[in-house]
């Protein structure tokens, strides 16, 4: 057996297109043995808790996190509402609605709300016209839901408009009991790039604080993610329009002919680290080789303080689609990266995905042209102890398709695309193992993506994954390589997969779950670790009613 720590980072939100978010890590013990795969390896299962139904006044959006046997939810309808659900019994206590409080007469908004030292702290925004400022706000909260002591102001943002006033960024560090600030000014197109920060203890009070500008006009850069380690190091990932600058100075021909020799990539990747304490700026550029090209990112820090870089790339052929996926390891030492490995997926293998969706005869005539999968995303890693790390990832696509009748109307549709979720080992040495994909296929309109996407729960010997899947992909008549999209909440069912150390997959439906007529939200949930019982909370919806579902693996 081999101990491994979990860091669990959802890099993007996607109820807020083209958005990251900060990443938030939280690190697991847990045991990961070498086992067997299959849907019960080892005679496990996954079993259930649930409480009964409730109504709640807005539905449930968010699982904040827990005091002591209160599980804090929020939801919102004509305002922010606070709930709590007993931790035992999994039933709804209580819900409140907590009135925003006031600023200069009038009423400030709500941002978002985090748990710290068992302290219920939320966070709001107000933008001051007559002083042309933005403001952010904290306060603190009551376990019943009642606002605690005085408004404290935490940063500001001075700014002409309310449409560029800038914004602010949260982060609360639940082990080292911190919160860090970020603070963008309003964009200036020809202006540097700017940001400032301040860390916070768990009274609020600044542990420390600083501004930095970048040698890189704004309208060229692009702020990604951001973190501060332990050791008081900040760490931002960025990207950079090198595309559009081209053209803008040197004109477009120029700019194609770079955009060829560099695979159709359009941007560099960087990760600048700072210093506080010596005052230093430092940064690094995520590059593969000549021809490839990044088609997307993601990171984490592993046990030791070192960071985990990870993504897909494609080449000038594959045009925006994934081929490969690149792995590299930053020294939080000499902040230096470690050697690069990639590893090509085979035509094979992708072209038996691609049968999931469209004709054997399309699939051979997309891989003759050099296409590979579209719409990849970084989602989550999975670090061990050994060096080793899994990571997730996800196909997830939004477009917008409107259409004009002939009386002149416009009507437009929001697609809502959540595809296949990728799994990639890769060993302590760094070299990329094997990687593996669950087949799944959600398209929702209008909304947001409600009972799309996945959750995961890790244990000895694998990752379960829950999902929301259309019910004929378990028809024994269906043919075997035909993959039936989830639109909706009919014919639905939730589904568990699983997939062992070696890469195998194994799935089914929950017949629990089916018989409850219960349909899961995975993107509402929350881990909860209790004497290295990992615990999944999820939220369960049918119609307006709704129930708290408790998941973890048969020990």
């Known amino acids: 057996m081999i101990l491994f720590a979990w860091s669990a980072s959802y890099i993007r939100s996607d109820m807020e297109i083209g958005k990251k978010l900060v990443l938030k890590c939280i690190c697991i013990l847990l045991l990961f043995g070498i086992g067997q795969g299959s849907a019960h390896a080892q005679g496990k299962e996954i079993e259930l808790t649930y409480g009964t139904e409730f109504d709640p006044q807005g539905s449930i959006n968010e699982f904040i996190g827990q005091i002591g046997d209160v599980i804090y939810v929020s939801s919102w309808k004509k305002g922010f509402i ?6 035992n019994t999994l039933k709804s206590r209580f819900e409140v609605k907590i009135p925003m409080p006031e600023y200069k007469g009038e009423t400030v908004e709500f941002k978002e709300i985090h748990i710290l030292d068992n302290q219920l702290v939320i966070f709001m925004e107000y933008f001051d016209r007559e002083a042309q400022k933005h403001f952010l706000f904290a306060q603190q909260v009551s376990d019943k839901g009642d606002l605690q002591g005085d408004m404290i102001k935490l940063d500001e943002i001075s700014a002409e408009k309310r449409r560029n006033a800038g914004s602010f960024s949260v982060d609360v560090y639940t082990v080292s009991k911190r919160i860090l600030v970020f603070r963008s000014p309003p964009f200036e197109k020809y202006g540097k790039e700017k940001f400032a920060f301040k860390v916070l203890d768990k009274d609020l009070e600044i542990i420390w604080q600083d501004e930095l500008e970048l040698p890189y006009a704004d309208q060229y850069f692009t702020l990604d993610d951001f973190f501060v380690d332990d050791n008081d190091h900040l760490y931002v990932t960025a990207s950079f329009d090198d595309y559009r600058q081209t053209k803008e100075l040197d004109g477009r021909k120029k700019a194609k002919v770079e955009l060829r020799e560099r695979g159709g990539n359009y941007n560099t990747y960087k990760i600048i680290s700072y210093d506080y304490q010596q005052k230093k700026i430092k940064e690094f550029e995520i590059a593969l080789d000549a021809g490839l090209s990044i ?34 390891k930053i020294d939080h030492k000499t902040k230096k990266p470690t050697s690069l490995h990639l590893k090509e997926f085979e035509k094979e293998w992708i072209k038996g995905y691609m049968e999931t969706f469209m004709s054997e005869k399309n699939a051979e005539r997309s891989i003759d042209k050099g296409v590979g999968i579209s719409d990849l995303q970084i989602r989550e890693f999975v670090n061990r102890t050994d060096g080793g790390l899994l990571i997730v990832g996800e196909i997830y696509r939004y477009y917008r398709s409107c259409y004009t009748d002939s009386r002149g109307y416009t009507r437009c549709t929001d697609h809502y695309i959540y595809g296949s979720i990728f799994v990639i080992n890769v060993d302590p040495e760094g070299v990329i193992d094997w990687v593996a994909a669950i087949p799944k296929m959600q398209h929702t309109v209008n909304d947001g993506g409600y009972y799309s996407s996945y959750a995961m729960i890790v244990d000895d010997g694998g990752l379960y994954f829950i999902f929301n899947d259309n019910a004929k992909n378990y028809d024994p008549k269906k043919k075997p390589n035909k993959l039936y999209s989830m639109g909706g909440t009919k014919r639905s069912v939730t589904t568990i997969a699983k997939v062992d150390n070696a890469g195998k997959i194994t799935k089914e ?40 579902v408790e998941m973890h693996v048969q020990r």
């Open 82 to 87: 606070l709930g709590g659900v007993d931790a």
């Open 295 to 328: 088609i997307d990112i993601g990171y984490n820090i592993d046990p030791a303080g070192d960071i985990n870089v990870s993504g897909f790339y494609g080449d000038q052929q594959s045009k925006g689609s994934a081929i490969g996926v690149y792995f590299t």
């Open 509 to 548: 439906p929950n017949a629990k779950l089916k018989a409850e007529k219960m349909l899961l939200r995975p993107k509402v949930r929350r881990t909860v670790i209790e004497k290295n019982n990992r615990k999944l909370l999820l939220l369960a919806k049918y119609g307006k009613k709704e129930r708290v």
